[in-house]
């Protein structure tokens, strides 16, 4: 009820201090007014008393209250009704470049590297209100999967139906991967444009070079985080396909050019991750949402209603009914 309900002035709210004190001086006030007469009995008198007479203190509460509102108008009560506008500024462009060779099936992260992966950016992109998402994946050749779009149920539905095998196979080829990108990212008007490119290998595949791709995205003004993606040392990948399909695991030496990856980002004005966890690859997710942030600016308007004239006219109302009880119906006896 009260939950909008402000005092503009609250500092007047200390004239209330006053009320015992004049409470105390009309009672000492009353005593002194009062003539006290010794008599040896009191048989021979009349000793009703006039009720007007029990109601002459009326008038002083009638003036205490009128008091009591005049203070709570000085203090100004008023309702206010706040409403807000958000006004984005031009936001991120962000395009997801995804290694999805064999090795992302790899078992060190649960369940694998590329399920591990889908899960953590799906929580990214859906925290991206702002912004544009697109995704390009790569394994021997690279494609866009989806373009930079505003809508995160096109990239999240995207991004859950990544499957390895969709591109051709045979190796990783990560300079195509970020040149890809920065194709998707080069006319992008937006005040900031992002790739993210993830592997776990190094470029071993496509007709582009990673370092001409890294110098595309310089001259582009598109920045670069990269991160590689996998244990330290041995981890169980998939080593051959069987003749039924199924994919046979053994446990093979982790090989990420963490070199390449870190002149990527260096060139770029971007970062370097290496993520050797699920949780690892989660917190570099979160860092990357926290280090590429889009402008908000939100603007309040505050609409105000005075609630004081109805006080002030309230206790103009008690005077008025206590000057004329004053000097009418009390009038004998004041």
């Given amino acids: ?96 470049a995804i290694d999805v060779s064999a090795s992302m099936l790899s078992k060190d ?33 690279s494609y866009t999967k989806t373009p930079i779009t505003s809508d995160k149920s096109i990239a999240a539905t995207a991004l859950k139906n990544i499957r390895y095998g969709e591109v051709i196979e045979g190796g990783t080829a990560i300079g195509m991967g970020l040149a890809t990108s920065v194709n998707r990212l080069k006319d992008s008007k937006a005040k900031s444009k992002v790739i993210i490119l ?47 399909g199924a994919l046979r695991y053994g446990r093979t030496r982790v090989k990420i050019d963490e070199k390449l990856l870190k002149e990527i980002a260096k060139a770029t004005n971007g970062k370097y991750f290496r993520a050797t966890d699920n949780k690892k690859l989660e917190q570099i997710y979160q860092e990357i949402d926290k280090l590429e942030k889009t402008d908000i600016e939100e603007f309040k308007f505050y609409n105000y209603e005075e609630k004081f004239r109805s006080l002030v006219l309230l206790a103009g109302l008690l005077i008025f009914i206590e000057f004329l009880l004053r000097y009418t119906v009390f009038k004998s006896f004041i």
């Avoid at 009820?1 to 709210?13: D, G």
């Avoid at 200390?14 to 009062?34: E, H, R, S």
């Avoid at 496509?206 to 590689?228: M, N, Q």
């Fill in 1 to 96: 009820m009260f939950e909008n309900f402000i005092f503009e002035n609250p500092h007047f709210f200390w004239l209330l201090l006053l009320l015992p004190l004049a409470i105390v001086w009309y009672v000492w006030k009353q005593n002194k007014q009062q003539a006290s007469l010794k008599v040896s009995s009191v048989q021979g008198f009349k000793t009703s008393v006039s009720n007007l007479t029990k109601l002459k203190p009326l008038l002083f509460v009638i003036r205490l209250i009128a008091l009591v509102l005049l203070i709570i108008a000085l203090a100004r009560p008023r309702t206010v009704d706040i409403s807000t506008k958000t006004d984005t500024t031009k936001g991120i462009d962000i395009v997801m």
């Fill in 109 to 141: 992260l649960k369940p694998n590297r590329l399920e591990a992966l889908k899960e953590v950016a799906a929580e990214f992109i859906k925290d991206r209100i702002n912004d544009r998402i697109g995704l390009v994946v790569y394994a021997g050749e």
């Fill in 198 to 244: 993830l592997t776990d290998g190094s470029n071993n595949a496509g007709f582009i070079d990673p370092k001409i791709a890294s110098e595309l995205a310089v001259e582009y003004g598109i920045k670069a985080y990269t991160i590689g993606i996998g244990t330290n040392g041995m981890a169980l990948s998939p080593v051959e396909r069987l003749p039924n």
